[in-house]
Antibody
Framework: EVQLLESGGAFVRPGGSLRLSCVAS????????MSWVRQAPGKGLEWVSA????????YYTDSVKGRFTISRDNSKNTLYLQMNSLRAEDTAVYYC????????????WGQGTLVTVSS | IVLTQSPGTLSLSPGERATLSCRAS???????LAWYQQKPGQAPRLLIY???SRATGIPARFSGSGSGTDFTLTISRLEPEDFAVYYC?????????FGQGTKVEIK
């Protein structure tokens, strides 16, 4: 059974930093591209960032470029999102999601971790 | 690509047919469109990919259709567990994007 377990969400002041983690199990992690998708309270879904299976290619939505960094440690089956210079508009539940066949759609999701940015 | 879903809310009774629309601001290559279901407090669940292929374990009452810029998710007969929010997502162009969602509520 595929499992994705996020952690690291917290309350943080504007300008602060957080690192989210997502531990994967139940599949060969290194063969799947992974993404972070977020959902602001009461709002829709927004793709944030993606990384290839090897970690050699990364992608970001414009609003987080230069502030967020996605990475992975395939030896630990773990996906990361380093978030710097956080803004109030980054407040959201952050989901890690597995990309099916590196295609861009998501066949498994974690339960999410809440990031709150507020003064 | 901007995805616009309609209607915003659909009020229906169990047993009725639900038709949800997703319109793209430009052609989605290779019909690379997916549909997800999300219930309160839960993560999204993949229903449809490639515009019309059902994901593993998804009941046959869910079907997807369309091409180019216009796509539809149909639920043939609503079951009580189908009342939720539904999102379309395109993966034909970068950046990936989602529609704003359609809420299917009990009438």
């Amino acid at each position: 059974e595929v499992q994705l377990l996020e952690s690291g969400g917290a309350f943080v002041r504007p300008g602060g930093s957080l690192r989210l983690s997502c531990v994967a199990s139940g599949f060969t992690f290194s063969t799947y591209a992974m993404s972070w998708v977020r959902q602001a309270p009461g709002k829709g879904l927004e793709w944030v960032s993606a990384i290839s299976g090897s970690g050699g290619s990364t992608y970001y939505t414009d609003s987080v470029k230069g502030r967020f960094t996605i990475s992975r440690d395939n030896s630990k089956n773990t996906l990361y999102l380093q978030m710097n210079s956080l803004r109030a508009e980054d407040t959201a539940v952050y989901y890690c999601a597995r990309e099916r066949d590196s295609s861009g759609y998501f066949d498994d999701w974690g339960q999410g971790t809440l990031v709150t940015v507020s003064s | 690509i901007v995805l616009t879903q309609s209607p915003g809310t659909l009020s229906l009774s169990p047993g009725e047919r639900a038709t949800l629309s997703c319109r793209a601001s430009q052609t989605i290559s290779n019909n690379n469109l997916a549909w997800y279901q999300q219930k309160p407090g839960q993560a999204p669940r993949l229903l449809i990919y490639g515009a019309s292929s059902r994901a593993t374990g998804i009941p046959a009452r869910f079907s997807g259709s369309g091409s180019g810029t216009d796509f539809t998710l149909t639920i043939s007969r609503l079951e009580p567990e189908d009342f939720a929010v539904y999102y379309c997502q395109q993966y034909g162009s970068s950046p990936l994007s989602f529609g704003q969602g359609t809420k299917v509520e009990i009438k």
